[in-house]
């Protein structure tokens, strides 16, 4: 099969939330398959320069805009002015999410739609400015980045997985109603990865630690590099007729029902 069905020489990719973490590693690996990366964040300016000075050191042509997802005329400006001084945008992938580790019956309403605002409302505002153009020009990739717990519940993550649940209904609904302008929405949820912000629990001995490396088939975390493969494949034209799909890089986690603790 012909490499030109991953080439993204010519791209533009815009990644939410790609100045640190798993949206980093996505967003390198679609500059090192050619895209030009626009990366977006909304913690400050200076957090954005140094990460798209990170990307030009990999040889990848990266830029950075700061706005707040969750603001529609924020996001609806900043896609203008990307589209104007950039380019179109060919690719975007929805990123940025947030997560409050709060039991339900204790969680406060104001933090309950703040995580449903950023994690799934966000996708929504962030995406019609960009699917809007991509409409009009029959072309555009858009992936949403869901989660496990797209599928699963977990203690203290209601707020979260009920964003992730109903974002994987979003990406389905969004490539029902696109996919006949040639616009392919997907989703990739991710398992478990080796993080900075998982660092802490990666070691022996952490009953976390076992319980992941236990309840992966592939009895790892995730490398984040991982996560690049999909994301070029989804990117790119190799996934031309691929769409309404959540693509789990999880190592086999949610094929399972897990083995018993005294299976090796």
Same mark, same amino acid.
């Given at each position: 099969?012909?490499?030109?069905?991953?080439?993204?020489?010519?791209?533009?990719?815009?990644?939410?939330?790609?100045?640190? !973490?798993?949206? /980093?590693?996505?967003?390198?690996?679609?500059?090192?398959?050619?895209?030009?990366?626009?990366?977006?964040?909304?913690?400050?300016?200076?957090?954005?320069?140094?990460?798209?000075?990170?990307?030009?050191?990999?040889? =990848?042509?990266? %830029?950075? %805009?700061?706005?707040?997802?969750?603001?529609?005329?924020?996001?609806?400006?900043?896609?203008?002015?990307?589209?104007?001084?950039?380019?179109? =945008?060919?690719?975007?992938?929805?990123?940025? #999410?947030?997560?409050?580790? =709060?039991?339900?019956?204790? /969680?406060?309403?104001?933090?309950?739609?703040?995580?449903?605002?950023?994690?799934?409302?966000?996708?929504?505002?962030?995406?019609?400015?960009?699917?809007?153009? /991509?409409?009009?020009?029959?072309? !555009?990739? @858009? @992936?949403?980045?869901?989660?496990?717990?797209?599928?699963?519940?977990?203690?203290?993550?209601?707020?979260?997985?009920?964003?992730?649940?109903?974002?994987?209904?979003?990406?389905?609904? /969004?490539?029902?109603?696109?996919?006949?302008?040639?616009?392919?929405?997907?989703? =990739?949820?991710?398992? %478990?990865?080796?993080?900075?912000?998982?660092?802490?629990?990666?070691?022996? #001995?952490?009953?976390?630690?076992?319980?992941?490396?236990?309840?992966?088939?592939?009895?790892?975390?995730?490398?984040?590099?991982?996560?690049?493969?999909?994301?070029?494949?989804?990117?790119?034209?190799?996934?031309?007729?691929?769409?309404?799909? @959540?693509? %789990?890089?999880?190592?086999? @986690?949610?094929?399972?029902?897990?083995?018993?603790?005294?299976?090796?």
């Amino acid at each position: 099969m012909s490499t030109q069905l991953f080439d993204l020489t010519g791209k533009v990719a815009l990644v939410t939330g790609a100045t640190h !973490g798993l949206g /980093m590693s996505m967003a390198v690996g679609l500059g090192k398959a050619g895209a030009t990366l626009v990366i977006n964040g909304h913690s400050s300016q200076e957090k954005i320069d140094k990460a798209v000075e990170l990307y030009k050191e990999q040889g =990848i042509n990266a %830029y950075g %805009y700061r706005f707040d997802v969750t603001n529609e005329s924020e996001a609806e400006a900043a896609v203008e002015k990307i589209e104007s001084e950039v380019g179109p =945008i060919d690719i975007l992938v929805n990123n940025a #999410g947030i997560i409050r580790r =709060i039991p339900l019956l204790e /969680m406060p309403l104001d933090e309950w739609e703040n995580v449903i605002r950023t994690d799934l409302t966000g996708v929504f505002i962030m995406t019609k400015p960009v699917a809007q153009r /991509m409409v009009k020009r029959r072309q !555009g990739k @858009i @992936i949403n980045v869901c989660s496990m717990m797209s599928e699963l519940g977990r203690n203290s993550v209601g707020a979260y997985a009920a964003a992730k649940g109903g974002l994987k209904m979003l990406t389905r609904n /969004m490539a029902t109603e696109w996919a006949k302008h040639n616009v392919q929405v997907n989703g =990739i949820g991710p398992g %478990y990865f080796a993080t900075s912000q998982t660092a802490p629990i990666r070691v022996d #001995g952490n009953p976390f630690n076992e319980f992941i490396v236990n309840r992966t088939p592939a009895g790892r975390w995730g490398d984040p590099d991982d996560l690049q493969g999909t994301t070029v494949f989804l990117a790119s034209n190799a996934s031309n007729f691929v769409t309404g799909q @959540i693509v %789990y890089v999880d190592g086999g @986690i949610l094929a399972t029902i897990g083995k018993p603790s005294n299976e090796e």
